[in-house]
């Protein structure tokens, strides 16, 4: 009798682990890639932290996860990649040295990116088509953006949109002959909500040039809306120190500016539909603005005609009572 049921249990087992690895090859994780082909992917798990590891990291449908404590050399890849990511949390890493971005963002929501340094990328920090909102890129530190254009941004938004986004408290600096930057903050094509704008608050930003396009905070590039650049200090930030070049209730508030005359500097302040599309219930309010232009006149303001003037524009401080010390010496603390 034991011997007829022996084999029964047999088959019985093969068969069970036969249809546990069929199962288990359908199943879905999110994965940690490395660029280099010669690595294996590492299978990773909610709640799992990427710890120390110097190879550029690539994440397709991940999320609950924390990336901290890398240092990556990103050469010919961006440092790291999220594509349809969300619930993810970047930081206190560095990350250096890649002709491509430093982090970049296709599709995601609720990442952020916090005490990070970016050194030696193209751009810091390029996010892209987000409709569910939550990019928050805070108290990181960036060094000398490369480019060339149409990258050179310490953070570019490009279609992102929803609520809960904001580039917020971050020190950023570009030293000339070092870096080769554009627009130092650029929201492009992006849009908040009425409740909820994009905001661009609290940053330092330190140097500019010699892009004859580039410059500080850019507002409404080829259209958004509900956008807000407040509290932000611009020294010497490029071509323009800050912008509204188009869209729907976009706003520069309370920042202060001081330029001084260098060959592609322009104007400190303005709001001027150079994406072609109109502008509409835009405020610019208690802006404290003293720039000079390549010719070493003050240059502070420009309102392109028929755009009609902003709320709050005759509460500005045009050639107000500033200068480089409005920053210390030394923003960039981390190497």
């Given at each position: 009798?034991?011997?007829?049921?022996?084999?029964?249990?047999?088959?019985?087992?093969?068969?069970?682990?036969?249809?546990?690895?069929?199962?288990?090859?359908?199943?879905?994780?999110?994965?940690?890639?490395?660029?280099?082909?010669?690595?294996?992917?590492?299978?990773?798990?909610?709640?799992?932290?990427?710890?120390?590891?110097?190879?550029?990291?690539?994440?397709?449908?991940?999320?609950d996860l924390t990336i901290t404590g890398k240092t990556i050399v990103g050469g010919l890849v961006?440092?790291?990649?999220?594509?349809?990511?969300?619930?993810?949390?970047?930081?206190?890493?560095?990350?250096?040295?890649?002709?491509?971005?430093?982090?970049?963002?296709?599709?995601?929501?609720?990442?952020?990116?916090?005490?990070?340094?970016?050194?030696?990328?193209?751009?810091?920090?390029?996010?892209?088509?987000?409709?569910?909102?939550?990019i928050v890129v805070d108290h990181n530190q960036f060094l000398n953006m490369q480019g060339p254009f149409p990258r050179g941004?310490?953070?570019?938004?490009?279609?992102?949109?929803?609520?809960?986004?904001?580039?917020?408290?971050?020190?950023?600096?570009?030293?000339?002959?070092?870096?080769?930057?554009?627009?130092?903050?650029?929201?492009?094509?992006?849009?908040?909500?009425?409740?909820?704008?994009?905001?661009?608050?609290?940053?330092?930003?330190?140097?500019?040039?010699?892009?004859?396009?580039?410059?500080?905070?850019?507002?409404?590039?080829?259209?958004?809306?509900?956008?807000?650049?407040?509290?932000?200090?611009?020294?010497?930030?490029?071509?323009?120190?800050?912008?509204?070049?188009?869209?729907?209730?976009?706003?520069?508030?309370?920042?202060?500016?001081?330029?001084?005359?260098?060959?592609?500097?322009?104007?400190?302040?303005?709001?001027?539909?150079?994406?072609?599309?109109?502008?509409?219930?835009?405020?610019?309010?208690?802006?404290?603005?003293?720039?000079?232009?390549?010719?070493?006149?003050?240059?502070?303001?420009?309102?392109?005609?028929?755009?009609?003037?902003?709320?709050?524009?005759?509460?500005?401080?045009?050639?107000?009572?500033?200068?480089?010390?409005?920053?210390?010496?030394?923003?960039?603390?981390?190497?």
């Amino acid at each position: 009798m034991c011997i007829r049921i022996l084999p029964f249990f047999i088959s019985a087992i093969v068969i069970f682990i036969l249809l546990n690895a069929v199962l288990e090859s359908k199943r879905i994780i999110p994965r940690v890639l490395q660029d280099d082909p010669n690595n294996l992917p590492k299978a990773a798990t909610a709640g799992d932290k990427v710890g120390i590891n110097s190879s550029p990291v690539y994440l397709k449908d991940a999320h609950d996860l924390t990336i901290t404590g890398k240092t990556i050399v990103g050469g010919l890849v961006a440092d790291i990649t999220l594509i349809n990511c969300y619930n993810i949390h970047i930081t206190r890493n560095k990350l250096c040295h890649s002709v491509d971005v430093g982090i970049r963002l296709y599709k995601c929501k609720n990442i952020h990116v916090d005490n990070n340094y970016f050194n030696d990328v193209s751009s810091g920090l390029y996010a892209e088509k987000t409709n569910e909102g939550g990019i928050v890129v805070d108290h990181n530190q960036f060094l000398n953006m490369q480019g060339p254009f149409p990258r050179g941004q310490f953070v570019q938004f490009n279609n992102v949109n929803g609520p809960g986004n904001a580039i917020s408290y971050n020190r950023c600096e570009n030293i000339l002959g070092k870096s080769n930057p554009e627009d130092a903050i650029s929201l492009y094509k992006s849009n908040g909500t009425s409740q909820s704008p994009i905001m661009v608050k609290g940053n330092w930003i330190r140097g500019g040039g010699p892009s004859k396009t580039g410059g500080g905070i850019m507002l409404g590039d080829n259209g958004g809306s509900y956008l807000t650049a407040s509290y932000n200090i611009l020294i010497d930030p490029g071509q323009y120190g800050i912008a509204i070049s188009g869209g729907d209730h976009n706003s520069i508030v309370n920042n202060f500016i001081y330029c001084r005359s260098q060959s592609f500097t322009n104007v400190g302040l303005y709001v001027a539909s150079y994406s072609g599309g109109p502008i509409t219930n835009s405020k610019v309010a208690q802006n404290k603005v003293k720039c000079f232009n390549n010719k070493n006149n003050e240059n502070n303001v420009w309102l392109s005609p028929g755009t009609p003037m902003p709320i709050g524009w005759e509460t500005n401080s045009w050639g107000a009572n500033i200068g480089p010390s409005l920053l210390p010496a030394i923003i960039i603390t981390r190497n």
